[in-house]
């Protein structure tokens, strides 16, 4: 069935650093792609979607791009703040009209 | 105000108590769904429904029931908790689901002893 494989965590890093996190996808069809972010006590809420291969979502300095020939999401920011700490996840839209969630990778930005 | 709203946010009770957790939404989303989320899982789908009067199982569906009597309203029922329902458990809707943005709600933290 269809899958997403995101890199574990936790992962720390600096104020200003670099950011990837990766995703890989397993997909019969041609699904959606999403990555959602859950601050600390809340629930998810939608960081970026693409909805077609080579699409690039972008939001508050993060970006992915759909990349079909490698089935690939990844995650990217230039710069983290401290205010970027939480769990990220990578998603897809499944055939019953569900989000197939990756295991989630939380980030620790220090100041 | 857009919003998905849960109750309770936070639940402790004992193995076999009847609990129903309420879900609803203002969006007029014909899509919703339940998901719970346990650490090193991430998130699974328990039940959705595409409409009014129409749900069918997700994932992870033992052990829950669910209703969709109004457009707004999706409960989640659990008829005899056990201890392996502690988790974390959102309430999600969107337009159609698939591609379309899913709006999550705040998360109820149920404990069962």
């Known amino acids: 069935g269809d899958s997403v494989t995101q890199m574990e965590g936790p992962v720390t890093l600096s104020e200003e650093a670099f950011l990837t996190i990766n995703c890989t996808y397993t997909?019969?069809?041609?699904?959606?792609l999403f990555w959602y972010v859950q601050y600390p006590g809340e629930g998810l809420q939608l960081l970026l979607k693409?909805?077609?291969?080579?699409d690039k979502g972008s939001n508050k300095g993060f970006e992915a791009t759909y990349r079909k020939e490698t089935t690939s999401f990844h995650l990217e920011k230039g710069s983290v703040q401290v205010s970027d700490s939480a769990v990220y996840f990578c998603?897809?839209?499944?055939?019953?009209?569900?989000?197939?969630f990756g295991k989630g990778t939380k980030l620790s930005v220090k100041p | 105000e857009a919003q998905v709203t849960q109750n309770p946010r936070y639940l402790i009770t004992v193995t076999g108590k009847k609990l129903t957790v309420t879900c609803s939404q203002n969006m007029n989303h014909e899509y919703m769904s339940w998901y719970r989320q346990d650490p090193g899982l991430g998130l699974r789908q328990i039940y959705y429904s595409m409409n009014v009067e129409v749900t069918d199982k997700g994932d992870v569906p033992e052990g829950y029931k669910v209703s969709r009597k109004e457009k707004r309203n999706f409960p989640l029922i659990l008829e005899s908790p056990s201890p392996n329902q502690t988790s974390l458990y959102f309430c999600a809707s969107s337009d159609r689901g698939g591609g379309d943005t899913q709006y999550f709600g705040p998360g109820t933290r149920l404990t069962v002893l």
């Open positions: 997909a019969t069809g041609y699904p959606s």
């Open positions: 998603a897809l839209s499944g055939s019953q009209g569900n989000l197939i």
């Open positions: 693409a909805t077609k291969a080579d």
